[in-house]
């Protein structure tokens, strides 16, 4: 069972490899360049793949990438085949993944509750003036 995991994942990071340099050379949408892999998940019969992808780009256009990638899965298929050495190669289904996003309002979210209790414990110090040992006593 665990060869078996191993080599799904092998196959998994050669897809990912080869999809890369396709959709680089294939592909010529210049918007799909600002795309990137940020996972694959390959069925253990290797029938399907789903590839998920991130998009540095307005978030009206991202479902327009991920859609064009989608359209594209054909030819990137027929090219793997080209490229790997496998008996069956999956079909590629993309998806727009969501957690970099994700993490970065939860980071956000975070970076505000940590900036707001420093102004909360900051406010709540008040300089005592009567202290004998302050610097500014007379």
Known sequence: MANVNSRIRRIGEQI???LADLIRTELH???LTLVSM???EVSRDLAHARIYVTVVCDPDD???LVAELNRAASLLRRELGRRMHIRTVPKLEFRYDE???HGARLSALIDAAVAAD???HHDD???LTNDPDSENAA
């Open 99 to 101: 957690v970099v996003e």
């Open 29 to 31: 949408d210049p918007r």
């Open 125 to 127: 110090e008040v300089p």
């Open 62 to 64: 991202r479902a327009g």
């Open 38 to 40: 940020t996972s694959i």
């Open 16 to 18: 990912r490899r080869e």
């Open 118 to 120: 420093a102004r909360r």
